[in-house]
């Protein structure tokens, strides 16, 4: 009999080319496939909640599969486990219903940008964290984010390439916090363009730096030549993804 299967997913992202299955290197999505099939003896097809690019972690990333196993459900991420390199660790596997899908039942998503602004960037935070080297205005930068809450049009803050049907999303909560030096941009939304963490946080990130950026009038242009640079991956964690 199929099982609908969740599985709660965490991973470093530097050694793969994102999330989705490419021609051009490994990716996580792939590298799950495969181990499910070694545990399994069966080819599936995964579900993530959403992509991510190469390089961006994950610390609580979501996907389903329909599979016919006699494997008890909640045994099945140490099974899985076993065949996955160090780098990628199925953290709960459940049974859901069968309406259940990891992108299209999801209502919000938890995304966290990380700024090393010390002065020498530690061998630990190297690939975890985007190192500016200097310390930002985070007074500024938290002055302006505001502006980012609620529902508007972020076409200026899409990468170009991508093809959805409306550019309007809504940020329920945006937060900047700083522990010895490290800033971290917490953003909760109910849906995200194309690099659009990446290039609020690059834009934040100038604003800091003294660049005289209006968020309100960047929004208002929906241009995205107007925003900020897009925000290395290696910065970008996938937090949470939340459902009904």
Same mark, same amino acid.
């Given at each position: 009999?199929?099982?609908?299967?969740?599985?709660?997913?965490?991973? !470093?992202?530097?050694? @793969?080319?994102?999330?989705?299955?490419?021609? &051009?290197?490994?990716?996580?999505?792939?590298?799950?496939?495969? /181990?499910?099939?070694?545990?399994?003896?069966?080819?599936? $097809?995964?579900?993530?909640?959403?992509?991510?690019?190469?390089?961006?972690?994950?610390?609580?990333?979501?996907? &389903?599969?329909?599979?016919?196993?006699?494997?008890?459900?909640? +045994?099945?991420?140490? /099974?899985?486990?076993?065949?996955?390199?160090?780098?990628?660790?199925?953290?709960?596997?459940? /049974?859901?219903?069968?309406?259940? *899908?990891?992108?299209?039942?999801? %209502?919000?998503?938890?995304?966290?940008?990380?700024?090393?602004?010390?002065?020498? =960037?530690?061998?630990?935070? %190297?690939?975890?964290?985007?190192?500016?080297?200097?310390?930002?205005?985070?007074?500024?930068?938290?002055?302006?984010? +505001?502006?980012?809450? #609620?529902? *508007?049009?972020? /076409?200026?803050?899409?990468?170009?390439?991508?093809?959805?049907?409306?550019?309007?999303?809504?940020? @329920?909560?945006?937060?900047?916090?700083?522990? $010895? $030096?490290?800033? =971290?941009?917490? !953003?909760? #939304?109910?849906?995200?363009? @194309?690099?659009?963490?990446? !290039?609020?946080? #690059?834009?934040?990130?100038?604003?800091?730096?003294?660049?005289? @950026?209006?968020?309100?009038?960047?929004? $208002?242009? %929906?241009?995205?030549?107007?925003? #900020?640079?897009?925000?290395?991956?290696?910065?970008?964690?996938?937090?949470?993804?939340?459902?009904?």
């Amino acid at each position: 009999m199929n099982q609908n299967i969740l599985l709660k997913i965490q991973y !470093i992202g530097t050694n @793969y080319c994102g999330w989705q299955k490419q021609n &051009n290197g490994k990716s996580i999505q792939q590298e799950i496939e495969r /181990a499910i099939c070694e545990v399994t003896g069966k080819q599936v $097809n995964l579900t993530g909640s959403g992509r991510t690019d190469s390089g961006v972690h994950a610390l609580g990333q979501v996907a &389903n599969f329909v599979i016919d196993t006699t494997i008890p459900v909640e +045994k099945i991420k140490y /099974a899985i486990n076993y065949y996955l390199p160090d780098d990628i660790r199925i953290i709960e596997s459940k /049974a859901v219903e069968d309406s259940f *899908h990891a992108r299209y039942s999801s %209502k919000k998503k938890t995304y966290c940008y990380r700024i090393n602004m010390n002065e020498i =960037e530690s061998p630990f935070e %190297k690939n975890r964290s985007y190192f500016v080297g200097k310390e930002l205005d985070l007074s500024k930068m938290k002055e302006q984010s +505001k502006f980012l809450m #609620g529902e *508007h049009d972020f /076409a200026a803050f899409q990468s170009e390439g991508s093809s959805v049907k409306t550019t309007v999303r809504t940020i @329920y909560s945006l937060e900047i916090n700083c522990i $010895n $030096n490290i800033a =971290e941009i917490h !953003i909760i #939304g109910n849906g995200f363009l @194309y690099n659009m963490v990446r !290039i609020i946080a #690059g834009t934040l990130i100038e604003i800091g730096k003294g660049k005289d @950026y209006s968020i309100v009038d960047i929004l $208002n242009t %929906k241009q995205r030549e107007n925003a #900020g640079p897009t925000a290395p991956a290696c910065g970008l964690f996938m937090e949470k993804v939340e459902y009904d």
